[in-house]
């Protein structure tokens, strides 16, 4: 059987716990390393040279023998692992120190209505610094996601009152809403706006919530999205990128 329709049987055993795999997939921008009925391994290339290598199995048996496939010399590896067992063999093995466990969720609800008074629109370069300002000052990583289209706004009377992005390896984040601009339902209208033009694109929108982030968790809920009984793991080296690449927002 041709490899890529192995990978997406075995992922859509649990689609919610692997809508990040299945999208990739989808979309075109994972490169399938390996596949069986016991699981799977993807690499997603990232800014810089680096990538991003997500990983579902069965047994830790397998996902020791898909870790074996990983490139040990990549510039900085970050991982999006799907199962408890596979996270702690990961860790150990590529000694990594940084962690966010996250609940995965996808939006599948018919497209809301969009609030008037509001206008959407990508950002441009000449928003990153202050889009940047309110996003944990990653002036770089705003710049890329600009640059491949990538971060929406939406603007109130032509003024920027938050944003919201795709992020490279494919999942829904970056909300930010501009102090001046809170409590208005901006929040709401980003995600309806960005859930829209994925949609668009023929993809399904899905994002990261971060356990413990209890607004964030409360906002998703209320959108509609449906989350996974279990959660998904995102393992770094602190040392190996600076925070801006590692933390995992919704």
Known sequence: MDKN?????YLLRDRLLNIDML????RGSAELLAA?????LLRVPTVDGGATYQLSADTPERASELLDLVREDEPYLLFTVHQDFAAEITKERFRLDGENKCYQCLYEDADRPLPEGLEFRPLQPCHAALAASHYYGRIEYV??????GMLFGAFADGELAGFMGIHSEGSTGMLEVLPAYRRRGIGSALETYLF??????????YG?????NEASEALQRKMGLRFAA?????????DDREESYQERDS
């Open 5 to 9: 329709k192995v990978a997406k049987q």
């Open 23 to 26: 999208e990739a997939l989808r």
């Open 36 to 40: 069986s009925p016991s699981g799977v």
């Open 143 to 148: 710049r890329e996601r600009i640059n491949a």
């Open 196 to 205: 829209r033009i994925q949609r668009e694109w023929g993809w399904t929108p």
């Open 208 to 212: 990261n919530v971060i356990f413990g």
């Open 230 to 238: 279990s959660p998904v793991w995102w393992l770094f080296r602190t």
